[in-house]
């Protein structure tokens, strides 16, 4: 069993940066492919970035060059941080366990509850 808990949204201009942390329970942590996703309104939720236990990652095309994930095991954290952020970028943003990489096609088994980020034109 693993719980998440993501910080680290909020207001931000165009252009500008944020990074959200997602820790996590459990002495297991260093096991799972540790993922994030995000759902603006009116929208399906959208896989963004994914990171293995060795840190193979992957990305959504839209976020390629301008976010990284990256994990520190010893801290049962993953880190999503977000450059040159766009208006489009606006979501809640979730922090997701799994055992795949590929998150964008295998869901995820652990979700946290999200955080906003909102990127003003």
């Known amino acids: 069993q693993v719980q998440l808990g993501e910080s680290g949204g909020g207001l931000v201009q165009a252009g500008g940066s944020l990074r959200l942390s997602c820790a996590a329970s459990?002495?297991?942590?260093?096991?799972?492919?540790m993922g994030w996703f995000r759902q603006a309104p009116g929208k399906e939720r959208e896989f963004v970035a994914a990171?293995?236990?060795?840190?193979?990652?992957t990305y959504v095309d839209s976020v390629k060059g301008r976010f990284t994930i990256s994990r520190d095991n010893a801290k049962n954290t993953v880190y999503l941080q977000m450059n040159s952020l766009k208006p489009e970028d606006t979501a809640v943003y979730f922090c997701?366990?799994?055992?795949?990489?590929?998150?964008?096609?295998?869901?995820?088994?652990?979700w946290g509850q999200g955080t906003q980020v909102t990127v003003s034109s």
């Open positions: 997701a366990a799994g055992r795949y990489l590929r998150m964008d096609v295998i869901t995820p088994g652990y």
């Open positions: 459990g002495r297991t942590f260093s096991s799972y492919t």
């Open positions: 990171i293995s236990w060795s840190g193979d990652s």
